[in-house]
Structure formats: structure tokens, C-alpha cells
Antibody, heavy 117, light 108 residues
Framework: QVQLVESGGGLVKPGGSLRLSCAAS????????MSWIRQAPGKGLEWVSY????????YYADSVKGRFTISRDNAKNSLYLQMNSLRAEDTAVYYC??????????WGQGTLVTVSS | EIVLTQSPATLSLSPGERATLSCRAS??????LAWYQQKPGQAPRLLIY???NRATGIPARFSGSGSGTDFTLTISSLEPEDFAVYYC??????????FGQGTKLEIK
């Protein structure tokens, strides 16, 4: 069955960096575009970034543009999010998701990122 | 950016009652609208995709309708496990997805 497992979250100081990973299994990872979506504590859902199946096309939300970098390694069935210049407002649970809202939609369980001094 | 507005913010009902949740888009999203259920500490669970199609394993008491800018999620007869937060999401402006702010369905 489809499985997405995020890792790499934790506590980081403002201005710091963190790299999130998402390990995919149960499907042909290289066939699917992927996204990162986040949820601040007690708040709603916010799309963060998108990467095409080959990695050639990438989009970011304005709130993270220039600070976050999405990438993937299809040979390792893995999705990544490099987060730099972190701010308190980046504190959230980060989910990786396949085809959000579509027929083949699937989400991981999320990893918590806390930005605090 | 397409803005999704959900109403009501909170809905208080009893088990066995019918629940009707609304999602309105700031511009047409055709039928590219999904509904999720989220319980505390869990990831969102897809209920409905493309406005009216139930996702795999979703009970028949959940149904979605609408197109363009106005959408509805209906739960025909509430079960105790249905009390949760519900979000709508558009993928018309793919891959820039947006979500509604959520409707909390609570036990009356």
C-alpha cells in the first residue's frame, strides 16, 4: 500500500536551517508529482511547494519563496524540503502529499518543525 | 489566488442528525474541489475528490455536490466518529492548491 513517511523535523532557532525528508513506498514514485503542505498549531492547511515527477518543474508559495528548496531523488524514492532562514511563523507540522485532492491523493503523517529561541 | 470560504465555522449537531457543510470559492474551480476530514493529531483524510466522488473506503453517508463556486459536503446521519474538522481544497489552480479555513463539527 502507498506509504509516505516524513522525517527531519525538530526544534531550531530563528534564522536556522532544517532539511525534511519524505520516504515513499508502495507505488512508482517517479510517476508522481509531489507537494509539501504545512499546518501551524491549531490552524488550517497551507500549500508550501510542488515538484513535478522528473523534478524539472517547481513552484513555491510566496511565504517561503527564496528560503525553501524542494527536491527529489527518484532513485531513492525520496522527497526533500530544505528550509533556510527559518522564522517563528514557519512552525508547523509539515506533510508530504501525492496528488493532493485528486484521485490518487495520499498524505504522510507529518513531521513537526518548531522555530523558537 | 483562489480563496475558499467555509461555513459555518462550527456546527453543533447530535449523532443521527444530518450535517451540511459549505465551501465557496472566490472564482470558479470547475469541479476540482476536494473535502478532507481531520481528527486531532492525525493527517487529513480525503473524503471526496472532484466535488462528488467518494475516495476509496469512505462510507456512503458522505456525499459531495456542487460545481463552479459553491460546494456542499453532506453527512446523511452522523456517527460518533464523524465529529472532527473538515476542510475543502481546490486544485483548479494546480499546482497552487488552496484550502478553506475549516469547519469544526462538534457534538451538541
Amino acid at each position: 500500500q502507498v506509504q509516505l513517511v516524513e522525517s527531519g523535523g525538530g526544534l531550531v532557532k530563528p534564522g536556522g536551517s532544517l532539511r525534511l525528508s519524505c520516504a515513499a513506498s508502495g507505488f512508482t514514485f517517479s510517476d508522481y508529482y509531489m507537494s509539501w503542505i504545512r499546518q501551524a498549531p491549531g490552524k488550517g492547511l497551507e500549500w508550501v511547494s510542488y515538484i513535478s515527477s522528473s523534478g524539472s518543474t517547481i513552484y513555491y508559495a510566496d511565504s517561503v519563496k527564496g528560503r525553501f528548496t524542494i527536491s527529489r531523488d527518484n532513485a531513492k524514492n525520496s522527497l526533500y524540503l530544505q528550509m533556510n532562514s527559518l522564522r517563528a511563523e514557519d512552525t508547523a507540522v509539515y506533510y508530504c502529499a501525492r496528488d493532493p485532492g485528486g484521485l490518487s491523493s495520499s498524505w504522510g503523517q507529518g513531521t513537526l518543525v518548531t522555530v523558537s529561541s | 489566488e483562489i480563496v475558499l470560504t467555509q461555513s459555518p465555522a462550527t456546527l453543533s449537531l447530535s449523532p443521527g442528525e444530518r450535517a451540511t457543510l459549505s465551501c465557496r470559492a472566490s472564482q470558479s474551480v470547475s469541479s476540482y474541489l476536494a473535502w478532507y476530514q481531520q481528527k486531532p493529531g492525525q493527517a487529513p483524510r480525503l473524503l471526496i475528490y472532484d466535488a462528488s466522488n467518494r475516495a476509496t473506503g469512505i462510507p456512503a453517508r458522505f456525499s459531495g455536490s456542487g460545481s463552479g463556486t459553491d460546494f456542499t459536503l453532506t453527512i446523511s446521519s452522523l456517527e460518533p466518529e464523524d465529529f472532527a474538522v473538515y476542510y475543502c481544497q481546490q486544485r483548479s489552480n494546480w499546482p497552487v492548491y488552496t484550502f478553506g479555513q475549516g469547519t469544526k463539527l462538534e457534538i451538541k
